[in-house]
């Protein structure tokens, strides 16, 4: 993306596809790899605001494919019915298929990201809940309404990227 962005802005044209990973939503002993691809959710989100003025899309797709990795991983943990399973329902083309048509000039769409996996392809968003609110706020009331804090029940979604 460094390398062609320059290069696009001036073309006034241009679609970028990042790859990051549902592993960016946090998974045990994955803490290098889920940073990495959440930076590039929130990178694809700014650039692409940024570039749409001038033409240039940038979004961001979260695959599950059918890869060698996936096998590897569902076979050492002893699940060969799951993998076959996944195997036949989770073929790459799928994703590639979605990957088409957002480097095609029939995208209008930037600064999104997509769930894409299993014949299911879906925008994925941010939600804040509604918390808990005190001007005066202290460390206790935070221990004492931890649960209101973290009920997501009635929250918004943020999809706007301006917001």
């Not at 320059?6 to 889920?34: D, E, Q, T």
């Not at 996936?70 to 979605?98: C, K, N, S």
Request: charged share 20%; hydrophobic share 45%; glycine share 12%.
């Amino acid at each position: 993306m460094h390398e062609a962005w320059p290069i696009m802005r001036r073309a006034g044209y241009g679609r970028i596809v990042n790859v990051a990973s549902s592993v960016s939503f946090g998974r045990a002993n994955y803490s290098n790899f889920a940073a990495a691809k959440a930076g590039l959710i929130g990178l694809s989100r700014a650039a692409g605001l940024e570039g749409k003025e001038q033409g240039v899309l940038v979004n961001t797709i979260l695959p599950t494919p059918d890869t060698r990795a996936t096998r590897t991983g569902l076979e050492a943990a002893g699940e060969l019915g799951i993998r076959d399973w996944f195997i036949e329902h989770f073929p790459a083309r799928q994703v590639g298929e979605a990957v088409a048509y957002l480097a095609s000039d029939g995208c209008a769409v930037s600064g999104e990201s997509f769930v894409v996996g299993g014949g299911r392809l879906a925008r994925m968003g941010y939600a804040v809940a509604r918390g808990y609110f005190n001007p005066r706020i202290t460390a206790e009331d935070v221990a004492r309404q931890s649960a209101m804090v973290l009920d997501m029940t009635g929250a918004d979604i943020v999809f706007d990227n301006h917001a």
